[in-house]
């Protein structure tokens, strides 16, 4: 295993973890900046001349990432530039949110900034590091309790790394009070941790005005297309041709792209959803073409509940003394019947939760179908998105207006906003249906 020196320059060395961090060349640079900080502060800290950045001296301007520590016995500043508690990754979906927040985090406890060889790397990659919590939300939302919970485990000192990390994943997903929770904890930082959020934008829906303002702010874009076909190739083996498809068919999102390129079954149901528009000619078309959207994505998600569901129950029923002989057996078993409840009820919450990702993958891919015929009826030269359906992208530019394809855009654009305020899937998805019927039939 080899390790580059810990006076390496991080920017000459290798990629390390931030090989993941697919066509982000800014917020690399920011990050590993940040993280040579952090390991100065570290190194300081265990020669004894400071506690650490929070505690033994002021962070200024919180929001611009300039953590500046004074020390108390000689009276001089130590920066360091770009380091800070709280980070805001910002975003559209498959830009890599919370790949750059993981990479980050590896980057922080690892001694030389991001090797990517070491011990604290390959445990934050593989999701087993003790001091780097990830909340990734089974369900629809981020409830204060598991806030609150993950709060007080952050509030420790590291264990087996430098610092305490959490990464909240979707943090638009936080309710009112989980977002508070995290708001004191982030207002008042313990000594050594460090709070990574993801979420799509700075806007008050997704992140309070409050809490975005004590964070650093990391914006991302989407990769392009070849960024995307590159890592394909390179870490997945995908035959060059297939991989410039997927990374244009996924719109720069690498995880589908990954996923159309390797699975059949997700090119069919990508193909079956880019054949709606144009086969909606009566109501029965309309009715049939919605059922089939809700149906394959209820079959989706229950697909992906049986390989996780009974794993789950098992390992807590095994936990909870399930099959066990004795006294105090049967105690037992009436006790775990409320925890056994509960994972049920987030299990439950879960498939809705995948459900209706499945639903938006297809309604963006529908969305890209009516923005491509805009781009035809247009003329613009804008390279379409599903290029390899242009045929059917330009008979429907010709047989309707520019308004007609707009409004039908915006019904696509209307269905997942209605999803996302909880509107019933089945509900939504035939209003859609109907206002996307052809017109003159």
Same mark, same amino acid.
């Given at each position: 295993?080899?390790?580059?020196?810990?006076?390496?320059?991080?920017?000459?060395?290798?990629?390390?973890?931030?090989?993941?961090?697919?066509?982000?060349?800014?917020?690399?640079?920011?990050?590993?900046?940040?993280?040579?900080?952090?390991?100065?502060?570290?190194?300081?800290?265990?020669?004894?001349?400071?506690?650490?950045?929070?505690?033994? *001296?002021? %962070?200024?301007?919180?929001?611009?990432?300039?953590?500046?520590?004074?020390?108390?016995?000689?009276?001089?500043?130590?920066?360091?530039?770009?380091?800070?508690?709280?980070?805001?990754?910002?975003?559209?979906?498959?830009?890599?949110?919370?790949?750059?927040?993981?990479?980050?985090?590896?980057?922080?406890?690892?001694?030389?900034?991001?090797?990517?060889?070491?011990?604290?790397?390959?445990?934050?990659?593989?999701?087993?590091?003790?001091?780097?919590?990830?909340?990734?939300?089974? *369900?629809?939302?981020?409830?204060?309790?598991?806030?609150?919970?993950?709060?007080?485990?952050?509030?420790?000192?590291?264990?087996? *790394?430098?610092?305490?990390?959490?990464?909240?994943?979707?943090?638009?997903?936080?309710?009112?009070?989980?977002?508070?929770?995290?708001?004191?904890?982030?207002?008042?930082?313990?000594?050594?941790?460090?709070?990574?959020?993801?979420?799509?934008?700075?806007?008050?829906?997704?992140?309070?005005?409050?809490?975005?303002?004590?964070?650093?702010?990391?914006?991302?874009?989407?990769?392009?297309?070849?960024?995307?076909?590159?890592?394909?190739?390179?870490?997945?083996?995908?035959?060059?041709?297939?991989?410039?498809?997927?990374?244009?068919?996924?719109?720069?999102?690498?995880?589908?792209?990954?996923?159309?390129?390797?699975?059949?079954?997700?090119?069919?149901?990508?193909?079956?959803?880019?054949?709606?528009?144009?086969?909606?000619?009566?109501?029965?078309?309309?009715?049939?073409?919605?059922?089939?959207?809700?149906?394959?994505?209820?079959?989706?998600?229950?697909?992906?509940?049986?390989?996780?569901?009974?794993?789950?129950?098992?390992?807590? /029923?095994?936990?909870?003394?399930?099959?066990?002989?004795?006294?105090?057996?049967?105690?037992?078993?009436? *006790?775990?019947?409320?925890?056994?409840?509960?994972?049920?009820?987030?299990?439950?919450?879960?498939?809705?939760?995948?459900?209706?990702?499945?639903?938006?993958?297809?309604?963006?891919?529908?969305?890209?179908?009516?923005?491509?015929?805009?781009?035809?009826?247009?003329?613009?030269?804008?390279?379409?998105?599903?290029?390899?359906?242009?045929?059917?992208?330009?008979?429907?530019?010709?047989?309707?207006?520019?308004?007609?394809?707009?409004?039908?855009?915006?019904?696509?654009?209307?269905? /997942?906003?209605?999803?996302?305020?909880?509107?019933?899937?089945? %509900?939504?998805?035939?209003?859609?249906?109907?206002?996307?019927?052809?017109?003159?039939?």
């Amino acid at each position: 295993m080899t390790e580059r020196r810990p006076d390496a320059d991080v920017d000459s060395g290798p990629a390390g973890v931030w090989d993941e961090v697919v066509g982000q060349p800014e917020t690399v640079a920011i990050l590993r900046t940040a993280a040579a900080a952090a390991d100065r502060i570290v190194t300081a800290a265990a020669a004894g001349r400071i506690v650490t950045a929070a505690a033994a *001296g002021r %962070i200024v301007e919180a929001a611009a990432g300039v953590v500046s520590v004074q020390h108390a016995a000689d009276n001089t500043v130590s920066s360091a530039a770009a380091m800070t508690h709280s980070w805001l990754f910002t975003g559209p979906a498959g830009s890599g949110r919370s790949v750059a927040a993981r990479a980050f985090a590896a980057a922080l406890q690892c001694p030389f900034a991001g090797c990517g060889q070491c011990v604290q790397c390959h445990t934050v990659r593989a999701g087993t590091h003790a001091d780097v919590h990830i909340v990734v939300p089974d *369900g629809l939302s981020i409830p204060v309790k598991d806030m609150r919970e993950l709060v007080r485990t952050a509030a420790r000192r590291p264990s087996a *790394g430098r610092w305490q990390v959490v990464i909240v994943e979707d943090a638009d997903r936080l309710t009112e009070g989980a977002a508070n929770a995290l708001l004191k904890a982030v207002e008042e930082p313990p000594e050594r941790t460090v709070f990574l959020l993801c979420a799509p934008s700075t806007h008050p829906d997704d992140v309070s005005v409050t809490l975005r303002s004590r964070c650093r702010v990391v914006p991302l874009r989407v990769p392009d297309d070849a960024a995307v076909a590159e890592v394909l190739i390179r870490r997945d083996g995908v035959d060059p041709a297939q991989a410039a498809w997927a990374a244009s068919a996924a719109q720069g999102h690498v995880g589908r792209a990954r996923w159309l390129a390797r699975d059949e079954a997700a090119r069919i149901r990508r193909n079956c959803v880019l054949d709606i528009p144009m086969s909606l000619r009566s109501l029965a078309d309309c009715f049939a073409a919605a059922d089939e959207l809700v149906g394959g994505a209820e079959e989706e998600a229950a697909s992906r509940s049986r390989t996780r569901d009974e794993p789950e129950a098992h390992a807590l /029923r095994t936990a909870l003394g399930a099959g066990g002989t004795g006294k105090g057996t049967a105690a037992a078993a009436r *006790g775990s019947a409320a925890q056994l409840k509960d994972l049920e009820r987030r299990q439950k919450s879960r498939a809705t939760r995948t459900q209706r990702d499945a639903l938006d993958r297809a309604l963006v891919d529908l969305a890209g179908f009516y923005r491509d015929a805009l781009t035809v009826h247009s003329g613009s030269q804008t390279r379409l998105w599903h290029s390899d359906r242009e045929t059917d992208i330009r008979r429907l530019a010709r047989g309707m207006t520019a308004e007609g394809i707009l409004l039908r855009l915006e019904a696509v654009l209307a269905a /997942r906003a209605a999803l996302e305020l909880n509107v019933k899937p089945r %509900i939504a998805i035939e209003a859609m249906s109907v206002a996307l019927r052809l017109p003159g039939t």
